[in-house]
């Protein structure tokens, strides 16, 4: 049996490990075109995917294939067909094991950093870090200002000077800024063919420009936004543009100066050495492995909401003096109802207006922007400064422009958003409300309003 198994042709390793991951991970696949197509977030993937296959196929022939690595993605498969884990971090899991198995992190760091930064995460890292991006930022700010003799307070992510209130809002967290830094840096690092080390502290040194010249920036718009300084409208775009040009340019200085001694044109390659084929066992476990995981991905259903606990929920019947009147949900509310982990109910108002409030009893990313779900129904939404309404409260505010794609979606020119916990404190959107609620900061449940006009 053993000269028999010895005779037997071994299978080439590059087709099977990219089969195998095709089919162990497709739930993936159909999850990153559909967010990258509807809008909910940025397509800004598509750019780390397309350079880093344009830097994978020109260095083809200088792929190593790991066994170790081929093992702990197999160990990466079964796990993530075995755990109902959220579809970012099965992409997280795709990613860790193709960068595995090609011995990528210790030969081509900087492509493996483009391969993650390939995954649709702005809006995962709006929600999760841009509160504490802000909180920052309005910290650094106000510092950066009292510093030039301005007598500014804050309060959260609100500057306050002489009764004028200017908020760091989500599009000033510099999420934007720092993706394309860490595309920039890891490019870099692929093109200079830098070592690992060497691109971790490049993608540290663009975290921390970002956060500085994040805060200058605030700073600098205070001026206009409080009514100081009379600036056109531009001005925001002008600042933003000139720091991504401080910040590439500082990069591309750095690693410049940390690229392998006469590898400035990224071009000392190894010898050229065919992938080794992988033994039979090997590619045996990996075949069982991945046809298991698609198996089961494909019978796997997700769990029902329990709405038990809402059964007693009071909606309102008064918003802002008008009369609220119940209306059945779209079906596209009907959609987006049936995965929300609570309860949600629309209105109407005399005028128009159309209201959605969500209530919740935990922390809960489930609980997201309602201008996403306006993008994905083919809406162009642009944030503006905070809204304080009557009573003190900071709305997050969005002009709405476009038609809905869905044409049971019903026209919006604006959107406002507040979630207010049992306690009466408020929050301008989910980013500012999550930790608080997690870290047991804000009591619940909590109550999301949406105002569309």
Same mark, same amino acid.
């Given at each position: 049996?053993?000269?028999?198994?010895?005779?037997?042709?071994?299978?080439?390793?590059?087709?099977?490990?990219?089969?195998?991951?095709?089919?162990?991970?497709?739930?993936?696949?159909?999850?990153?075109?559909a967010r990258m197509g509807d809008g909910s977030d940025d397509p800004l993937g598509f750019a780390a995917l397309?350079?880093?296959?344009?830097?994978?196929?020109?260095?083809?022939?200088?792929?190593?294939? @790991?066994?170790?690595?081929?093992?702990?993605?197999?160990?990466?498969?079964?796990?993530?067909?075995?755990?109902?884990?959220?579809?970012?971090?099965?992409?997280?899991?795709?990613?860790?094991?193709? &960068?595995?198995?090609?011995?990528?992190?210790?030969?081509?760091?900087?492509?493996?950093?483009?391969?993650?930064?390939?995954?649709?995460?702005?809006?995962?890292?709006?929600?999760?870090?841009?509160?504490?991006?802000?909180?920052?930022?309005?910290?650094?700010?106000?510092?950066?200002?009292?510093?030039?003799?301005?007598?500014?307070?804050?309060?959260?992510?609100?500057?306050?000077?002489?009764?004028?209130?200017?908020?760091?809002?989500?599009?000033?967290?510099?999420?934007?800024?720092l993706w394309v830094s860490a595309f920039t840096a890891a490019a870099l690092a692929a093109r200079f063919r830098?070592?690992?080390?060497?691109?971790?502290?490049? *993608?540290?040194?663009?975290?921390?420009?970002?956060?500085?010249?994040?805060?200058?920036?605030?700073?600098?718009?205070?001026?206009?936004?409080?009514?100081?300084?009379?600036?056109?409208?531009?001005?925001?775009?002008?600042?933003?543009?000139? *720091? %991504?040009?401080?910040?590439?340019?500082?990069?591309?200085?750095?690693?410049?100066?940390?690229?392998?001694?006469?590898?400035?044109?990224?071009?000392?390659?190894?010898?050229?050495?065919?992938?080794?084929?992988?033994?039979? @066992?090997?590619?045996?476990?990996?075949?069982?492995?991945?046809?298991?995981?698609?198996?089961?991905?494909?019978?796997?259903?997700?769990?029902?909401?329990?709405?038990?606990?809402?059964?007693?929920?009071?909606?309102?019947?008064?918003?802002?003096?008008?009369?609220?009147?119940?209306?059945?949900?779209?079906?596209?509310?009907?959609?987006?109802?049936?995965?929300?982990?609570?309860?949600?109910?629309?209105?109407?108002?005399?005028?128009?207006?159309?209201?959605?409030?969500?209530?919740?009893?935990?922390?809960?990313?489930?609980?997201?922007?309602?201008?996403?779900?306006?993008? &994905?129904?083919?809406?162009?939404?642009?944030?503006?400064?905070?809204?304080?309404?009557?009573?003190?409260?900071?709305?997050?505010?969005?002009?709405?422009?476009?038609?809905?794609?869905?044409?049971?979606?019903?026209?919006?020119?604006?959107?406002?958003?507040?979630?207010?916990?049992?306690?009466?404190?408020?929050?301008?959107?989910?980013?500012?409300?999550?930790?608080?609620?997690? %870290?047991?900061?804000?009591?619940?449940?909590?109550?999301?309003?949406?105002?569309?006009?």
């Amino acid at each position: 049996m053993k000269n028999l198994l010895t005779r037997l042709p071994s299978l080439p390793p590059i087709p099977l490990i990219a089969g195998g991951l095709a089919l162990a991970f497709w739930p993936v696949f159909r999850w990153w075109v559909a967010r990258m197509g509807d809008g909910s977030d940025d397509p800004l993937g598509f750019a780390a995917l397309l350079v880093a296959g344009g830097f994978l196929w020109a260095r083809r022939r200088e792929v190593r294939v @790991s066994l170790y690595g081929v093992w702990m993605a197999l160990g990466l498969i079964l796990t993530q067909a075995v755990i109902p884990l959220p579809p970012l971090i099965r992409g997280i899991c795709l990613v860790a094991a193709l &960068a595995g198995t090609l011995c990528l992190p210790r030969r081509q760091p900087g492509i493996t950093a483009l391969l993650f930064l390939s995954l649709p995460v702005v809006a995962s890292l709006q929600y999760f870090a841009g509160y504490p991006l802000r909180l920052v930022t309005a910290e650094s700010a106000v510092w950066l200002l009292n510093a030039m003799g301005i007598g500014v307070g804050r309060v959260g992510t609100l500057m306050n000077w002489r009764g004028h209130e200017v908020g760091v809002d989500a599009a000033c967290s510099g999420i934007k800024l720092l993706w394309v830094s860490a595309f920039t840096a890891a490019a870099l690092a692929a093109r200079f063919r830098l070592t690992w080390q060497r691109t971790l502290a490049l *993608l540290g040194t663009g975290l921390g420009l970002v956060v500085l010249l994040n805060a200058v920036r605030s700073a600098i718009l205070f001026f206009p936004e409080s009514g100081l300084v009379v600036w056109p409208e531009s001005t925001h775009e002008g600042i933003g543009a000139g *720091l %991504f040009v401080m910040v590439a340019a500082t990069l591309a200085g750095v690693a410049g100066k940390w690229a392998p001694q006469g590898n400035l044109s990224g071009n000392n390659r190894p010898a050229p050495v065919d992938p080794a084929p992988l033994p039979l @066992s090997t590619a045996a476990a990996w075949i069982a492995a991945t046809v298991c995981s698609a198996v089961l991905a494909l019978v796997q259903t997700p769990a029902p909401v329990s709405a038990a606990a809402f059964e007693t929920v009071e909606w309102p019947a008064w918003f802002e003096g008008e009369t609220l009147r119940p209306v059945p949900l779209s079906p596209c509310e009907e959609r987006f109802a049936a995965g929300f982990p609570g309860q949600m109910n629309v209105f109407k108002t005399p005028s128009g207006r159309t209201l959605i409030f969500r209530r919740v009893l935990r922390a809960s990313r489930g609980l997201h922007s309602s201008a996403d779900c306006l993008r &994905a129904s083919g809406y162009s939404v642009h944030p503006e400064p905070l809204f304080m309404d009557d009573q003190k409260r900071a709305w997050g505010d969005y002009q709405v422009s476009g038609a809905p794609a869905d044409a049971d979606t019903a026209p919006v020119r604006r959107l406002r958003e507040l979630i207010v916990d049992a306690n009466g404190r408020t929050y301008p959107d989910p980013s500012s409300w999550f930790w608080p609620a997690l %870290f047991g900061q804000s009591n619940g449940p909590w109550t999301a309003i949406t105002v569309m006009d």
